[in-house]
């Protein structure tokens, strides 16, 4: 029997008291976050336009310019349930790779949900309810962010709608029946409920939807409805705020190892489990205290980050949602269905986005034969069935080890695995029958919603 550590655990009391705000980061390393400008009028957009659609105090953070925001006692006695989560060092796949590295990789996928989704699906819980309002409409794209909104909300005492991009609601029934026991009304998007979701189905009757139409679909409900807030499961400036317990968590579990990372590792959707746990870090190196990589992974099917355009861009099809600068692919570009549904976003996050551009963060796609590949080779060694999202990250942390094999290096490599893949099995089926297609995006798509981005006052 190995006596060597490998699962790092915190004790309730190290759960993080305060989330951690990378703007103040980003503006003192010389960096210029643009302002979200209002869909209608073009200009920057204000706390009094958003109030429709959210809770003051969400707002509040959204802009705010404090390094540290109190995480209320109500938030972290709902996160003790879950939190503080394991850090583990993968030894059995470093093994089966026979690299010198060192694979560490914080593990989400404990959460009631199943993955990081619910470290902000609590506290904008509990922030609407503090606000009086009654129900709060959202879109999720594999079913994680819904699933922890309808649990939230019931913790709560608040009614979730939630807006389930179609193509994942055909491919994960489970997540739905999962939504539904906590009460949560479930609806396929593009759906007949919404004028969006009609003009979408209108020209399209067979359209496999996208989270920029389900977002369209949540905010119009929200937006025409005084009772109810949208919830947004990443991209925002406080969703990546309230996912930063990852990360400080991580830095305390990491210096237990006894070890700092030389690469840091994470999936993107809209940037949210990226963002938990990079951002903590990337202020060290902001500051020039550290020289971490940061790593990004997207899906060839959905290249944001490494063939979008860096622009202005709205933040959903119907054009209802602020307009942010990040990477997009145009917001009427809809992914090819692959089965990393949480992936399937034409933006990302405003403060991932520039920071990629500045070059403080490498982005890389995968197609997701080589992702499943990874999963599967993961599973094997560790045991645990990774969700196709954070695959992503999987198969490029496997890749790092195995350019540490060639090169002798010793390096240590920390990746967030964001989530449990137990809901996703007929993913794993179609791979292992050989029916996963090598979904890349077809750049004439692009090209085509490249026309449509928003022109603004300059
Ligand atoms: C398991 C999982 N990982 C990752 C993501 C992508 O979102 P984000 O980039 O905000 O972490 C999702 C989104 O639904 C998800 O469900």
Request: net charge negative; proline share 8%.
């Amino acid at each position: 029997m190995s006596d060597e550590q490998t699962t790092f655990n915190l004790d309730p009391s190290d759960i993080p008291t305060a989330w951690f705000n990378i703007m103040p980061s980003i503006v003192q390393a010389g960096m210029q976050p643009m302002p979200p400008l209002h869909p209608g009028t073009m200009q920057p957009i204000g706390p009094d336009d958003l109030a429709p659609l959210f809770p003051m105090a969400l707002i509040a953070q959204e802009v705010s310019t404090a390094e540290w925001i109190d995480i209320p006692c109500e938030v972290i006695d709902i996160y003790k349930i879950w939190r503080p989560t394991p850090l583990v060092r993968a030894t059995r796949l470093e093994k089966a790779l026979d690299t010198p590295a060192k694979i560490f990789f914080k593990y989400e996928g404990g959460s009631p949900a199943g993955s990081h989704k619910p470290n902000t699906a609590v506290p904008q819980a509990y922030y609407n309810k503090e606000a009086g309002i009654a129900r709060i409409a959202t879109e999720t794209g594999a079913g994680q962010w819904g699933s922890s909104i309808a649990m939230a909300c019931k913790f709560f005492g608040l009614e979730a709608l939630v807006f389930m991009v179609r193509a994942s609601y055909d491919q994960k029934p489970y997540r739905r029946m999962f939504m539904e026991t906590f009460g949560a009304e479930c609806r396929p998007s593009p759906s007949t409920t919404t004028n969006s979701g009609k003009a979408i189905l209108a020209e399209h009757p067979d359209s496999t939807g996208s989270l920029g139409i389900a977002i369209s679909e949540a905010v119009e409900v929200a937006a025409t409805h005084e009772d109810t807030s949208y919830a947004l499961g990443s991209v925002l400036n406080h969703v990546l705020l309230h996912q930063t317990v990852i990360g400080l968590e991580a830095q305390k579990q990491l210096t237990m190892a006894e070890v700092d990372p030389d690469i840091i590792i994470g999936c993107v959707g809209g940037g949210s489990n990226f963002g938990g746990v990079s951002y903590p870090f990337m202020a060290d190196k902001l500051s020039g205290k550290k020289d971490y990589r940061f790593i990004a992974v997207e899906p060839a099917a959905c290249p944001t980050l490494t063939k979008g355009t860096f622009a202005y861009d709205y933040g959903d099809t119907a054009q209802l949602a602020p307009i942010v600068q990040m990477y997009t692919l145009g917001h009427d570009f809809v992914p090819a269905p692959v089965h990393a549904g949480g992936l399937r976003y034409h933006g990302d996050a405003p403060s991932l986005s520039l920071l990629v551009h500045e070059g403080h963060i490498e982005a890389r796609a995968y197609g997701q034969n080589a992702v499943f590949e990874a999963a599967v080779q993961f599973a094997q060694t560790q045991g645990i069935v990774p969700a196709p999202e954070p695959a992503h990250a999987i198969r490029a942390a496997i890749d790092e080890a195995i350019l540490c094999r060639e090169s002798g290096e010793e390096k240590t490599i920390l990746f967030n695995l964001c989530g449990h893949g137990l809901l996703d099995m007929a993913a794993y089926d179609d791979y292992s029958n050989g029916r996963l297609p090598e979904m890349e995006y077809d750049p004439a798509a692009e090209t085509e919603a490249l026309k449509t981005l928003p022109v603004v006052p300059s």
